[in-house]
């Protein structure tokens, strides 16, 4: 069934530093991608997404593109802040029409530090 | 506008007992999802309830059952607890009818079996 791979970490990070968050989908047909961040305590909320292939993502200084040829969706930022400590999931909708079930990858735990 | 509201935030119940966790959706979505999170398992889907009909059912006993009233607030009924059911359950509001997976989330009910 389609799934989601993304790498664990946990990334520790400096402030400033570049992010990348590797993430990798099986799926049938091309489906919407997605990067979800939960903050400590919080519910997850939507971060970015890409429609279709080649559609860049982006908010918050975070990008993210969807690759077919690589079945990739990599989230990345350039300068990274405190405040983005936080865990990120990659996620897309299987490929079951009319419902909005979502399948998740296992999170990505970021600590940046000052 | 509100956002998702789920109550209790916090319960502690024993085994065997069972518990009711109530979503309140934002104003005009008609699907609500609910999931659930664990360190070891991530993010698995339960169900999702669209129009107070269920419209996807994830891989979960039958001690996991929910519904959906007619103002789309949703509740999810967990029967004869087991340890193993100690977990953060969150609740993810969507308008139901547009692109799959914008969902948004409830900061959850976090429970605990003893």
């Known amino acids: 069934g389609d799934s989601v791979t993304q790498m664990e970490g946990p990334v520790t990070l400096s402030e400033e530093a570049f992010l990348t968050i590797n993430c990798t989908y099986t799926?049938?047909?091309?489906?919407?991608l997605f990067w979800y961040v939960q903050y400590p305590g919080e519910g997850l909320q939507l971060l970015l997404k890409?429609?279709?292939?080649?559609d860049k993502g982006s908010n918050k200084g975070f990008e993210a593109t969807y690759r077919k040829e690589t079945t990739s969706f990599h989230l990345e930022k350039g300068s990274v802040q405190v405040s983005d400590s936080a865990v990120y999931f990659c996620?897309?909708?299987?490929?079951?029409?009319?419902?909005?079930?979502?399948?998740f990858g296992k999170g990505t735990k970021l600590t940046v530090n000052p | 506008k509100a956002g998702v509201t789920q109550t209790p935030r916090y319960l502690i119940k024993t085994r065997g007992q069972q518990v009711t966790l109530s979503c309140s959706p934002i104003s005009g979505h008609r699907s609500v999802s609910w999931y659930q999170q664990t360190p070891g398992q991530g993010l698995q889907f339960l169900f999702e309830?669209?129009?107070?009909?269920?419209?996807n059912k994830g891989n979960f006993p039958g001690r996991f059952s929910g519904r959906q009233f007619s103002n789309s607030r949703s509740e999810m009924n967990v029967s004869t607890l087991e340890l193993g059911d100690s977990a953060l359950y969150l609740c993810a509001s969507s308008l139901g009818q547009g692109p799959p997976g914008e969902l948004f989330f409830g900061e959850g009910s976090r429970l605990t079996v003893l």
């Open positions: 890409a429609t279709k292939a080649d």
């Open positions: 996620a897309l909708p299987p490929n079951q029409g009319g419902s909005e079930k979502l399948v």
């Open positions: 799926a049938t047909g091309y489906p919407s």
């Open positions: 309830y669209f129009s107070e009909t269920q419209r």
